[in-house]
Antibody, heavy 116, light 112 residues
Framework: QVQLKESGPGLVQPSQTLSLTCTVS????????VSWVRQPPGKGLEWMGV???????AYNSLLKSRLSISRDISKSQVFLKMNSLQTEDTATYYC??????????WGQGVMVTVSS | DVVLTQTPVAQPVTLGDQASISCRSS???????????LEWYLQKPGQSPQLLIY???NRFSGVPDRFIGSGSGSDFTLKISRVEPEDLGVYYC?????????FGAGTKLELK
């Protein structure tokens, strides 16, 4: 069945770079898009970006200058890198596979705290 | 970017009642291919969001038929008939018509 699992450091220092991995199973990255979505504690969902089946990407306008999404098809992994982290980037980060268009299948999420 | 405005912010309900949530878009969500990519999600406390409705009115696998999505253009509604305890949580609308994609701010469905 379709599964996604996020992994990465739970704590990142301000101004540093966040690197997260989404490991998927049950589908191919060449057949389905994968998005990243984040949620600050007690707040709403924010769509961050997507890597499409062909490998091209699209990003949230506000994060575009700091964000990069890539993948390794052979390892069934999607990567998120975001630089210049600030405390307001503290959030739970989710990866999700599309269903027709937007996110249909979600990972459990990984909590990232930005703090010194 | 497309802004999705959800109302109300919170919806107090009695179990068994109907609930209705509105999502209005700052521009039409009709894609150039004719489809309208407006979706609804429910996030229960401590859980990942779950897809309920895709393309305005289509229920995702396993979603009960008491969830009904409707609307067109830039005005959409999610109705939940006969609210049950497992329906409580925060509902989000989402658009995947225009890049970048965007979520609404959420509507909390809670007990009166």
């Amino acid at each position: 069945q379709v599964q996604l699992k996020e992994s990465g450091p739970g704590l990142v220092q301000p101004s540093q770079t966040l690197s997260l991995t989404c490991t998927v199973s049950g589908f191919s990255l060449t057949s389905y898009h994968v998005s990243w979505v984040r949620q600050p504690p007690g707040k709403g969902l924010e769509w961050m970006g997507v890597i499409w089946t062909g490998g091209s990407t699209a990003y949230n306008s506000l994060l575009k200058s700091r964000l990069s999404i890539s993948r390794d098809i052979s390892k069934s992994q999607v990567f998120l890198k975001m630089n210049s982290l600030q405390t307001e980037d503290t959030a739970t980060y989710y990866c999700a596979r599309d269903y027709y268009s937007g996110p249909g299948y979600w990972g459990q999420g990984v909590m990232v705290t930005v703090s010194s | 970017d497309v802004v999705l405005t959800q109302t109300p912010v919170a919806q107090p309900v009695t179990l068994g009642d109907q609930a209705s949530i509105s999502c209005r878009s700052s521009q039409s969500l009709v894609h150039s291919n004719g489809n309208t990519y407006l979706e609804w999600y429910l996030q229960k406390p401590g859980q990942s969001p779950q897809l309920l409705i895709y393309k305005v009115s289509n229920r995702f696998s396993g979603v009960p038929d008491r969830f009904i999505g409707s609307g067109s253009g830039s005005d959409f509604t999610l109705k939940i008939s006969r609210v049950e305890p497992e329906d409580l949580g925060v509902y989000y609308c989402f658009q995947a018509t225009h890049d970048p994609y965007t979520f609404g701010a959420g509507t909390k469905l809670e007990l009166k």
